[in-house]
């Protein structure tokens, strides 16, 4: 389909909805359901008018240029407006393709953040704490709200697990690009001879899913409880009050036990078992989607090494993109992943305008 029949479309659907919306006898159900969908088409129509009204004044314009009867001043001005929005166009076109772009249904979602400690041992961990540390900064800048759900801690200030919830507007959106394998290379804590060392923490933002997204029959559940225990097996609760739950079909295992109620730690277990399975079934449409594309900012897969923190350089490399900023700190602070997002997020749309137009 051409994209000028994509716009024809568009502009159709629109004018179809307002006239349905105007129908006599229409239930209440029904306005609501075509009010969300005119009011979701209603800015993408009225960027597609100003693109055709700009395209049609470009060809008047060219045609006045052209016009062996027009006198010298007229054509001299039609010349200075042609240039002037021939340079404006482009824009607008892109303005117009970024709206057709299909959109992730999970983007306006909140997310479950899981990070892991990989190899390196407690280098490993005290990197991973480091990377949890970083988005929860950050998701302070964007005032979200980032709750601790678990952590699994080594006793010397790293983390072999770490899994929170973070809320707000956008926040997929705007981490999903995280997943992944994250390096660190600089000269450990410990290291006597100042040799540098290379560890790895794993990265997974998933999409929160609602119940209504994921259905769980208590059948494929089995769900035992024992007690709580805190670094180096110190207890923490007197009742058996931890809860790890296994999914039966994927074989899936979540586990809770920073909660002394039972309840809490079973309901906040649930919530990371639904996220992970929505992200499986996501992640399957989406590799659907993408097989046929001809370039994609990574795969979000945990496995996929995706950035390296030298600390030595003060660097900072994500290696889809090619990026390195020198501002280590201020990434681990926060306050300049943006610039990682943003050019992962651009990358990304470039990559499926290719595939539109």
Do not use: C
């Amino acid at each position: 389909m051409s994209l000028q029949t994509k716009l024809d479309q568009v502009l159709a659907r629109h004018a179809e909805l307002g006239t349905s919306l105007q129908a006599e006898g229409i239930d209440s159900r029904e306005v609501t359901r075509l009010s969300k969908e005119y009011a979701e088409l209603a800015p993408v129509a009225e960027r597609v008018l100003a693109l055709r009204k700009a395209q049609a004044e470009l060809a008047d314009l060219a045609a006045i240029m052209t016009d062996s009867g027009a006198d010298a001043e007229m054509r001299s001005l039609a010349e200075t407006e042609f240039y002037a929005l021939k340079e404006t166009l482009p824009r607008i076109e892109r303005q117009v393709l970024l709206m057709l772009l299909p959109k992730d249904a999970a983007d306006e979602r909140n997310a479950i953040l899981e990070v892991r400690a990989g190899t390196g041992g407690d280098e490993a961990a005290l990197f991973a704490a480091q990377l949890f540390r970083m988005y929860q900064r950050y998701a302070a800048i964007r005032n979200w709200k980032f709750e601790t759900m678990e952590l699994s801690e080594t006793g010397i200030g790293g983390f072999k697990e770490a899994i929170a919830s973070i809320s707000g507007r956008g926040v997929f959106a705007r981490l999903k690009f995280e997943s992944g394998v994250h390096r660190v290379q600089r000269v450990p804590v410990t290291e006597s001879s100042g040799r540098v060392h290379t560890s790895t923490a794993t990265v997974a933002v998933l999409p929160e899913a609602e119940e209504v997204d994921i259905k769980i029959d208590d059948k494929d559940l089995r769900i035992d409880v024992f007690r709580s225990s805190g670094p180096g097996g110190q207890s923490v609760n007197t009742t058996d009050s931890a809860v790890r739950i296994t999914h039966l079909p994927t074989g899936l295992v979540v586990q809770q036990q920073d909660e002394k109620s039972q309840h809490k730690n079973k309901a906040k277990a649930l919530k990371i078992l639904r996220a992970r399975l929505y992200e499986m079934e996501r992640a399957q449409r989406e590799a659907e989607r993408s097989a046929k594309r001809r370039g994609q900012v990574g795969t979000g897969d945990r496995s996929e090494r995706i950035r390296t923190y030298n600390f030595p350089q003060g660097r900072v490399s994500d290696h889809r993109i090619n990026l390195t900023l020198y501002k280590i700190d201020k990434v681990l602070e926060g306050e300049a992943l943006d610039e990682f997002i943003d050019a992962l997020t651009a990358e990304d749309e470039a990559a499926r305008l290719t595939d539109l137009a």
